[in-house]
């Protein structure tokens, strides 16, 4: 006979290690008050994984820079070359590329971090451009995110600004050619161009103190203004908390999905380590920004063919597609619009464009709710369409960019590509938004009768009297919830031109009327949703489903086919 001895409960046993550790932590930091950090819920999207990317390859960024800070010299000191590179032997260089060079290929490691911090950098400013695309087209900039939103672009300008200052420091004959763009662009500024150019360049082009300023510029002001907002823009992600799409369940009150641990955080870091082997895949077998083979900077040279990385692209093209067109004003003062149009205006209406979307739809539609569920792209036609037509643009100028290059390969003339990209400019994303809408249109079509008919099932009968239909099921209960829940957007009504009764004009007639058109213009022409009564219609049309011969079935189905009003091309 055995018998178990237990403690009484009032008994205190001795504590593990391990919760001695933690109750020494929570009671120095407070970590227990936070656990609701820890069931924090993300919900599951491919689309979300773009930020996530970025992310990481910021870290990257960080940790390889950090390492070439040790061994690079942001000096443009004259000096003559004698290192391990015969094809550079005896050639005048600055410091500045005698130091890439050494790195390159005397630092054990080094061209394999140069190429690291390089790929990381392209992939992080494209997955922020994915990452800001993905936020427009589902509208999840709306109340209460809009600063998150102007944080999120402003980190886009600063990363752009932050990897063409880095690519500039190498000082070889390529980035050196962009920094003479730069400069013209600078001069072309009205005003205040000239002061602006002396400031970065301390003197006539190039000077000597250009790599030291934005040697201190990239490893310090904007490096530190991006990882402040980066962790603003992730405060407030967590405080307003994620957004998702609609579906079963889901409303703007709650999230549907994983808890940050351990689940998300899991997932996360098996993500960040796939990120960091394939951009250290593509550092270790994809030769990029070679600088040995295109030399010291030197003035009077540029290398053929010469292209900047893929961000930089459509200023490039923009510069290239613009007529040479100046005027003189008064006092013999020159207007350069053939660098200011481009170069200066472009950009900045772009800018303004984007960064100031949310506010004017939000002040063209009055709405002032709180958003946290997502709109499918084809769900709001001329938002979609616009973005579209946006980047459409964008692409344009970028292979204008390389009109050169297109010419030697594709044995075209230099002037017609040219020619093309000025007409394109213009013809592009006209015709990108008309065919975005069709198409966002056409889908709320296809799902306007998946509704009312159901879903194509691909089987095709014969009636009793030789016709032949296709059987068609309901759809299932998710994906009815989600084509329901799509919003149903509608245009303002007209404005009253008199204020009362009396005849009294109304004094906020123009504004009103702008933003009638303007909601005409965001809203008009979509395709409605069925009414209660439709669907209400359409189920009773279709109760022949499940009977053994299936004739109930098609009859229903043809008597729902025959009987359906014919949608309207808009």
Known sequence: MSTTETSPPNTRTETT??????????????????????????????????????????????????????????????????????????????????????????????????????????????????????????GSFRKPREANWLIGFTLLILVTLEGFVGYSLPDDLLSGTGLRIAEGVTLAIPVVGTYLAMFLFGGEFPGNDVIGRLYSFHILLIPGIIV???????????????????????????????????????????????VTGVLALLAGIAQINPVWTYGPYRADQISQGSQPDWYMGFLEGALRAMPAWEFTLWGGYTINMGVLVPAVILPTVMIAVIGLWPFLEAWVTKDTREHHLLDRPRDHPTRTSFGIAFVSLYLVLFFGGANDVLAVYLHLSLNTITWSVRIGVFLVPALTYILTKRICLGLQRRERDKLLHGRETGRIRRLPHGEFVEVHEPLDRWHRHTLLARADYKPL???????????????????????????????????????????????????????????????????????APDQALN
């Open 228 to 274: 402040a907002l980066v962790t603003v823009h992730l405060i407030l992600v967590f405080y307003h908390k994620h957004t998702q799409f609609a579906g079963p369940a889901r409303t703007e009150k709650n999230v549907i999905g994983q808890p940050l641990m351990p689940h998300y955080t899991a997932k996360a870091g098996g993500f960040f380590f796939l």
């Open 493 to 563: 009504p007209a404005p009253p031109r008199s204020e009362d009764e009396d005849g009294v004009p109304n004094p906020h007639l123009r504004k009103e009327m702008l933003r009638y058109k303007l909601s005409r213009w965001l809203y008009g022409g979509q395709i409605a949703k069925p009414t209660r009564q439709e669907l209400e219609h359409g189920a009773h049309s279709s109760n022949g489903h499940g009977s053994p011969d299936g004739h109930a079935e098609i009859g229903a189905q043809a008597s729902a086919e025959e009987n």
């Open 17 to 138: 290690k391990g919760e001695r550790i933690a109750d020494w932590t929570d009671g120095r930091l407070g970590i227990y008050h936070f656990r609701f950090l820890i069931r924090k819920v993300f919900p599951d999207h491919w689309s979300f994984m773009f930020g996530e990317i970025a992310l990481y390859s910021l870290i990257m960024l960080l940790l390889t820079g950090t390492w070439l800070t040790m061994f690079f010299d942001p000096s443009m000191t004259e000096t003559v070359y004698h290192g391990s590179q015969p094809q550079l032997q005896g050639i005048p260089m600055t410091r500045a590329y005698e130091s890439t060079i050494d790195i390159s290929f005397d630092v054990r490691g080094g061209l394999l971090i140069r190429q690291l911090h390089h790929w990381s950098a392209l992939v992080m400013i494209g997955a922020l451009c994915l990452h800001t695309l993905r936020h427009f087209l589902t």
